[in-house]
């Protein structure tokens, strides 16, 4: 990974836009976004668009998650040795993905649609802030070649946009 020296002399870590935190939290702001566009559409009470972008929501979702599953996930727990913590964000993945196949399978005109896809976005924004604020820094901390793991996971990121 690219260094610099700091004003203090130390050197730092570069971090460039196929680094995998920053491709993770760049999914990690998308998503929020678009929770944050649904909440508006529900108030408009436009059952066409909640439905598009709820399908949207649900797609970045299940991408993001297989991609921390596959790649980051198994670097991340190999580097901090923290096996609570990785087993409690696997945990957070499957019970999002029971929530996701509960908001694929209902319509937007639903009663149940809109609180589904809130709690949803609840529970994605409180296992983002962990990931963010817990595991991300220990990762960084541990020096592990983000570089190497971003250009993979923007590599498998295409082929899953694809199928």
């Excluded at 108030?43 to 797609?59: F, S, V, Y």
């Excluded at 990762?139 to 082929?159: C, M, P, S, T």
Aim: glycine share 4%; charged share 35%.
């Amino acid at each position: 990974m690219p260094t610099a020296q700091t004003s203090t002399g130390k050197t730092a870590t570069r971090r460039t836009k196929n680094d995998a935190i920053k491709l993770l939290t760049a999914d990690h702001a998308k998503v929020k976004k678009m929770f944050k566009e649904f909440e508006k559409l529900s108030k408009k009470d436009d059952e066409e668009g909640k439905q598009e972008l709820a399908t949207q929501i649900c797609q970045e979702l299940m991408v993001h998650a297989q991609l921390e599953e596959e790649i980051f996930y198994p670097a991340a727990r190999e580097a901090i040795e923290d096996e609570e913590l990785m087993n409690e964000a696997v945990v957070e993945h499957n019970s999002a993905k029971e929530l996701i196949a509960q908001v694929q399978s209902m319509g937007a005109s639903d009663p149940m649609f809109d609180a589904t896809v809130k709690v949803l976005g609840e529970y994605v924004n409180h296992h983002i802030e962990e990931e963010q604020n817990e595991i991300f820094p220990k990762v960084e901390k541990a020096k592990v070649d983000l570089e190497e793991i971003g250009a993979e996971i923007a590599q498998r990121k295409e082929e899953l946009m694809e199928e």
